[in-house]
């Protein structure tokens, strides 16, 4: 199981919020590339960055996210406000991964556009759901499609790269949602990262135990309630 820290920007400052609300922000630093260097050398498998000012419509830090992926070793995800397709392949030209989210669910027909041009395995569909149910745009708009219909849509359509995140545990240290987690691991052919609640090494082993094919983790990691090297002697088990 993959150990990734997540790198949140806001105004090139890396913060938390508290379930995807900008107004309870926690603000850990002024210089993301230092973070991002730190993680890396206490052995994370991968960095998750999400440039939370384009999930949001209310800028970009995209610039200082590409400078800061030139000077990393670690292999990154970028993830936020990815929503046209010349953006996304030039990201895929510097970063290992891009993660769509509102785009996967508003344009498939783009989105398998993208894919012929960079691979679908450089694509991670996020899979945002607040009780079962995913949403969009930041977290502010529901699809009303189930959680599992909406990844076995991406499975048949030759997708296997998932982000999961529980809006609802999301920034709040309360233990991931189990369930759904288990549900969508269980789903032949789909790597799914396990996203939001992680409070503890309790809580790596019990999405250890679901199968996840990594786990992100944000808060605990910054609050020191965990350490990548915990994590990892836990994942590699």
């Not at 992926?69 to 936020?80: C, D, F, Q, R």
Request: proline share 3%; hydrophobic share 45%.
């Amino acid at each position: 199981m993959k150990i990734i820290p997540a790198i949140d920007l806001m105004d090139g400052q890396v913060v938390r919020l508290v379930k995807g609300d900008p107004n309870k922000k926690t603000v850990y630093s002024n210089a993301p590339l230092e973070i991002a260097k730190k993680w890396e050398n206490a052995g994370a498998d991968m960095l998750h960055i999400v440039d939370l000012d384009a999930t949001l419509g209310i800028g970009s830090n995209l610039e200082i996210i590409k400078k800061l992926v030139s000077e990393l070793k670690v292999p990154v995800e970028i993830a936020g406000g990815l929503r046209d397709e010349y953006t996304i392949i030039e990201v895929s030209k510097w970063a290992e991964r891009v993660v769509l989210g509102t785009l996967a669910f508003k344009d498939k027909e783009t989105v398998l556009k993208i894919a012929e041009t960079i691979g679908k395995d450089k694509l991670v569909i996020s899979i945002d759901h607040i009780d079962g149910i995913i949403v969009v745009n930041g977290w502010q708009t529901s699809t009303e499609t189930k959680l599992l219909d909406g990844m076995n849509k991406f499975l048949q359509l030759g997708f296997s790269e998932f982000l999961l995140t529980s809006v609802s545990r999301d920034g709040t240290m309360k233990g991931p949602d189990l369930e759904p987690l288990q549900q969508a691991c269980s789903l032949k052919n789909a790597n799914v990262i396990a996203s939001g609640g992680i409070s503890d090494i309790a809580d790596i082993k019990k999405v250890k135990t679901v199968n996840a094919y990594g786990v992100i983790l944000g808060k605990a990691l910054y609050e020191n309630k965990i350490s990548i090297d915990e994590a990892k002697k836990i994942a590699c088990h």
